[in-house]
């Protein structure tokens, strides 16, 4: 499975984006799907997640009321509403077979290439 995220970009603070995340290879309707997000120097950070058929949805603390996780048939979103500086970074989808909506990255099997968000102040 091949994972794809886009749609980043640079905004100002208070602006909105919406990230996706396609596969190739594999259908995503039946994985956990999360978002992650990293700085340079910085440790990976969780961001979301969503389950599969049923959709439940795990946030971040930093973003639970900022952001909202979704999914349809054939893609992972992330909405992501009144962007801060410190969203900053570079954003990464993944994906698991194991059925666990986890914050661990260690945990999952699949991880695409990400999309840089930049915020500026």
């Known amino acids: 499975v091949q994972l794809q995220a886009s749609g980043g970009g640079l905004v100002q603070a208070g602006a909105s984006l919406r990230l996706s995340c396609s596969a190739s290879g594999r259908t995503l309707s039946s994985l956990v799907v999360s978002w992650f997000r990293q700085v340079p120097g910085k440790e990976r950070e969780f961001v979301a997640a969503i389950s599969g058929y049923s959709g439940l949805t795990y946030y971040a603390a930093t973003v639970k009321v900022r952001f909202t996780i979704s999914r349809d048939n054939a893609k992972v979103y992330l909405q992501m509403n009144t962007l801060k500086p410190e969203d900053t970074a570079v954003y990464s989808c993944?994906?698991?077979?194991?059925?666990?909506?986890?914050?661990?990255?260690?945990?999952?099997?699949?991880w695409g290439q990400g999309t840089q968000v930049t915020v500026s102040s």
């Open positions: 993944a994906a698991n077979r194991r059925l666990i909506l986890s914050d661990k990255g260690d945990l999952y099997d699949y």
